[in-house]
T-cell receptor, first 113, second 113 residues
Framework: GNSVTQMEGPVTLSEEAFLTINCTYTATGYPSLFWYVQYPGEGLQLLLKATKADDKGSNKGFEATYRKETTSFHLEKGSVQVSDSAVYFC????????????FGGGTRLMVKP | NAGVTQTPKFQVLKTGQSMTLQCAQDMNHEYMSWYRQDPGMGLRLIHYSVGAGITDQGEVPNGYNVSRSTTEDFPLRLLSAAPSQTSVYFCASNELGYRDEQFFGPGTRLTVL
């Protein structure tokens, strides 16, 4: 079956630090990959996505590249802000899985001023 | 568009009580789904629907029932609540394509005593 593994948090950084959150996946076919963000007390919002190998998703200064050879989709940001404090979820979706998402366990990011 | 709405926002039940979590979307999406979020486990799929009159089980369906009588609504029923069902519940909807993002509701925080 499909699975997604994320680095455990919490990750605590100072403002303007570089961020990497690792994500690796196992899938039977060719999934689409997603990063979702959950701000305190809210639902999940799509942050970025990539639908095929070597695609780079980007949004709000965050980036992630779909690496089929390493089955990875690591999230990066060059300079984090306090407002980036949230829980980040890596997820995949395959067409033969009812189009439902398989999520990683989530990584909490805390950014201090 | 209101997007995906969920009611109630918070609920406390006693063991053995029943209740229905409501979910509605106004985006005319065919796919709707219910997830539960537990610490360190990400979101796990409970049930999903690929259209009115069609539902199927996800990863953790036991103790939950669903129905889909209209495109807009997808209620989740707990027939006899148990403490193990204490969780945050998210409803989501999406288009048919597997590359498309899922849109999430704000969540319902359920506590079963």
């Amino acid at each position: 079956g499909n699975s997604v593994t994320q680095m455990e948090g919490p990750v605590t950084l100072s403002e303007e630090a570089f961020l990497t959150i690792n994500c690796t996946y196992t899938a039977t076919g060719y999934p689409s990959l997603f990063w979702y963000v959950q701000y305190p007390g809210e639902g999940l919002q799509l942050l970025l996505k990539a639908t095929k190998a070597d695609d780079k998703g980007s949004n709000k200064g965050f980036e992630a590249t779909y690496r089929k050879e390493t089955t990875s989709f690591h999230l990066e940001k060059g300079s984090v802000q306090v407002s980036d404090s949230a829980v980040y979820f890596c997820a995949l979706k395959e067409g033969d899985a009812g189009n439902m998402l398989t999520f990683g366990g989530g990584t909490r990011l805390m950014v201090k001023p | 568009n209101a997007g995906v709405t969920q009611t109630p926002k918070f609920q406390v039940l006693k063991t053995g009580q029943s209740m229905t979590l409501q979910c509605a979307q106004d985006m005319n999406h065919e796919y709707m789904s219910w997830y539960r979020q537990d610490p360190g486990m990400g979101l796990r799929l409970i049930h999903y629907s690929v259209g009115a009159g069609i539902t199927d089980q996800g990863e953790v369906p036991n103790g939950y029932n669903v129905s889909r009588s209209t495109t807009e609504d997808f209620p989740l029923r707990l027939l006899s609540a148990a403490p193990s069902q204490t969780s945050v519940y998210f409803c989501a909807s999406n288009e048919l394509g597997y590359r498309d993002e899922q849109f999430f509701g704000p969540g319902t925080r359920l506590t079963v005593l």
